[in-house]
């Protein structure tokens, strides 16, 4: 058994909580964005932390060994 084989659960479980962390993250910001005057700051920030977790989630899945196959705006 390789190393990635071995490791293949603990990827899948961390890649699904950065999953949930992104879509809760998407939430912030479509909430943010019906506000009346929404915060240029926040939506940055909370752009930006998405971003980092997307690209945490490719790192994984590269990892991993299983690519993510579905499209890039659903990652």
């Given at each position: 058994?390789?190393?990635?084989?071995?490791?293949?659960?603990?990827?899948?479980?961390?890649?699904?909580?950065?999953?949930?962390?992104?879509?809760?993250?998407?939430?912030?910001?479509?909430?943010?964005?019906?506000?009346?005057?929404?915060?240029?700051?926040?939506?940055?920030?909370l752009?930006?932390?998405?971003?980092?977790?997307?690209?945490?989630?490719?790192?994984?899945?590269?990892?991993?060994?299983?690519?993510?196959?579905?499209?890039?705006?659903?990652?």
């Amino acid at each position: 058994m390789t190393t990635h084989a071995r490791h293949r659960p603990a990827f899948t479980a961390r890649i699904a909580q950065l999953r949930r962390r992104r879509q809760n993250l998407a939430k912030q910001i479509e909430d943010e964005l019906r506000r009346p005057v929404p915060c240029s700051i926040a939506l940055k920030r909370l752009k930006q932390q998405r971003v980092r977790l997307k690209d945490q989630i490719a790192s994984y899945s590269v990892h991993s060994g299983g690519g993510d196959t579905r499209p890039a705006h659903m990652a």
